[in-house]
């Protein structure tokens, strides 16, 4: 059994909630069939299941990178990686607010499971997708290449918030 996660490890999960797919511009509106980066938030109230937020891609066009069409900009919050040369991507939410910084260690090789990164934005709509600790178990951090500290999760929870009063998501 994988040792218990941290709140801000990366992890590589395939979310399942329908509205991760229909709010991040997917064509299908299905949920993912494939894993991506996903962000350990929080645990549940008996601290068994972790609370994962996914990393959706931003789309590569002629004009640069952008949001995907259908994506609802409020939900999904534009994420600077630290120590890379990425651009952020556009915001477009109803609201200005500053990109989620992803902390990248650059004195850590890749993990197989990790893509290169590109533009991307994290899950800001709510707290994410409760796994459950059976699931969980095989949940491997992406080895401190990739992390979330403290006062990045603190601004994460902060739009949740806002978004819960202003614009809450279907559960």
């Not at 999960?13 to 996903?38: D, E, H, L, M, Q």
């Not at 789309?59 to 994420?79: C, L, Q, S």
Request: with cysteine; hydrophobic share 40%; net charge positive.
């Amino acid at each position: 059994m994988a040792a218990r996660l941290a709140v801000g490890d990366v992890v590589m999960y395939k979310p399942t909630r329908t509205i991760f797919a229909v709010s991040s511009g997917s064509w299908t509106g299905n949920p993912a069939n494939k894993t991506r980066p996903c962000v350990v938030v929080s645990y549940n109230s008996d601290a068994t299941s972790p609370i994962l937020a996914p990393l959706c891609g931003a789309r590569y066009t002629t004009v640069g990178w952008t949001r995907r069409n259908e994506m609802i900009a409020d939900w999904w919050h534009p994420v600077r990686f630290a120590n890379t040369s990425l651009p952020i991507p556009p915001d477009g939410a109803a609201v200005q607010r500053q990109p989620i910084t992803l902390t990248h260690n650059p004195s850590v090789m890749r993990p197989s499971s990790l893509s290169v990164f590109k533009p991307s934005y994290i899950w800001a709509g709510d707290a994410g997708e409760i796994v459950s600790k059976y699931v969980a178990q095989y949940l491997t951090p992406v080895n401190n290449y990739l992390s979330l500290d403290a006062q990045q999760l603190a601004e994460l929870v902060k739009w949740w918030n806002y978004w819960f009063v202003y614009h809450r998501p279907p559960p």
